[in-house]
């Protein structure tokens, strides 16, 4: 047996999570207790922070090679947009690299207010904050709103960054099984009829691919007196001509908070809420990342603006989007692959095993193909999945050889 094989069999890849609950004298002791990198990487199949040298939206170019990109969050392919590309130099030469400051005292610049007033136009609402990251923009609305007699109601599945943000509040968290409308109902018939209530669910969730059930959401909302917050990372571009879950549903209009990023469809970094105006100008002045961290670059802001402005411009990307995503979902299917319960443009392939998983990861590059390695925690453990995402610009020469690479692996590996 060969020492790549020995090597994998006494790699535990969740052991780095079990020694995130252990302490000791010196705290940074867990630090050298970390192998799992260090194996993987002996092994070659350390599929994280690998380098990309320059990504072109459906290929980059990785060690060198060109590579067909099926692992990115650009769904619109408006990255390379030369508009946004110009939009984001032009504010470099105009604005400068930074605001040096928080949004709250010297960071607000007037490209962030008009970004704000169109992310609101185009969503429906009254107003719009727009925050550093997507991250912050949960963190921000959570540390707003989730006080000492509230009910945070999630969807388990939801990203990290809600969890991380509950853990700003005082409030009681409370999680209903994945799209589970009967658990939802139960869970919501159990708590007091006077206590008050938040539920947030993912629109289209990171991982899974699958979709938000939000009309059904939205009704028991309604009907049990909680306010509804849509994190619609992933949305956006993907379903509602582009607008999002929300739009898909018919249900905007009964969404009191939409959430989002700019570092996916909309080819920037950062994050917005969108709602009502009172309660967006309460984030404001009370959401920590308003407060304590600093302003969103003009240069992301108008780059943002200008990926907006094209997607309303463009809505055929939106089409060639979603009719690159089933063709996939269909082929995939027809050779036998475990897609899940995926209806968008992120498409799982289901592994198991993990080092099976990253060892697949590292043949598919090395074919010229890059997929995300999703093992545990993102996925449960045992279920570790090849994360494929696809774009608007992917052409069908990209998609077939991409799927010639996956046949040719899975006859290899009967998986």
Known sequence: MSSKSNTAEIVDLNHRFTLSSEGAKDPFDIAFKLIEPDMLRKMGIHPFHLPIDRNDGPTALINNRETIMLGSNNYLGLTIHPEVRKAAADAIMKHGTSMTGSRLLNGTHVMHLELEEALAEYFGKEAGVVFGTGYQANLGVLSSFFKKGTALILDEKVHASIHDGSKLGKGEKFSFKHND????????????????????????????????PLDEIAALAKEFEARLILDDAHGVGLLGQGKGTAFEYDVASDVDLIVGTFSKTLASVGGFAVGQHKVIDYIKHIGRPMLFSASLPPASAASALKALEIMQREPERVQRLNHNAAYMRKALKEMGFDIGHSTTAIIPIVVGDEIKCLTIWRELLDEGVYVNAVPFPAVPVGQAVLRTSYTSEHTREHLDRSLEVFAKLKKKHSW
Not at 182 to 211: C, F, H, N, Q
Request: proline share 3%.
């Open 181 to 212: 409308m009967a658990d939802l109902r139960a869970l919501l018939t159990s708590l007091p009829a006077d206590m008050g209530k938040m539920i947030m669910v993912d629109g289209v969730y990171s991982m899974e691919g699958d979709v938000a």
